[in-house]
């Protein structure tokens, strides 16, 4: 499969997307795989890849003390993993883990923050996609908290 078909592809973060840009972004993407268990990445660690998936699943999770661990938001074809590429101090603020053979697009943070800053429309518009993406994982936050919160004030009858 040539590099621009895999770009292409039609997951939803690059809808809308020039052609040029589309180009550029091409250049820097691989496809991966990632077996079922496996931590794609260790919170702490240093960020700098970007995740597109196309199949699968992939957890992230955190952990409550040591001996248990939270899953915080499970993603699936068509989500975004990992933005903190993007933000310094440029580390994993989750682990990641497949939770069964997943299938993703892989591009390097240091190359797309290079290209977003020499091309500033590129930029805007990576900026906006990773901005989408942060408030939703905020939104799916809030309303797991919230669920929590109701479910632990309910008094038994």
């Not at 240093?46 to 699943?57: E, H, K, S, V």
């Not at 990576?126 to 309303?143: F, G, N, P, S, W």
């Amino acid at each position: 499969m040539h590099k621009i078909d895999l770009i292409m592809s039609p997951h939803p973060f690059f809808n809308g997307l020039s052609e040029h840009h589309l180009r550029l972004l091409a250049e820097g993407t691989s496809p991966t795989h990632f077996p079922k268990g496996k931590f794609i990445f260790r919170e702490g660690e240093l960020a700098n890849r970007f995740y597109l998936i196309r199949q699968g699943a992939v957890s992230l999770e955190s952990w409550i003390n040591e001996d248990s661990r939270a899953v915080l938001q499970t993603l699936s074809a068509g989500d975004v993993l990992g933005w903190s590429w993007m933000f310094p101090p440029y580390y994993w603020h989750f682990d990641a883990r497949a939770l069964e053979e997943t299938d993703a697009l892989v591009m390097f943070g240091t190359r797309l923050r290079e290209l977003c800053e020499s091309d500033k429309a590129l930029g805007y518009e990576i900026m906006k996609r990773v901005a989408d993406v942060v408030v939703h994982r905020l939104q799916t936050a809030r309303l797991k908290l919230v669920g929590e919160r109701v479910e632990a004030d309910r008094l038994p009858e």
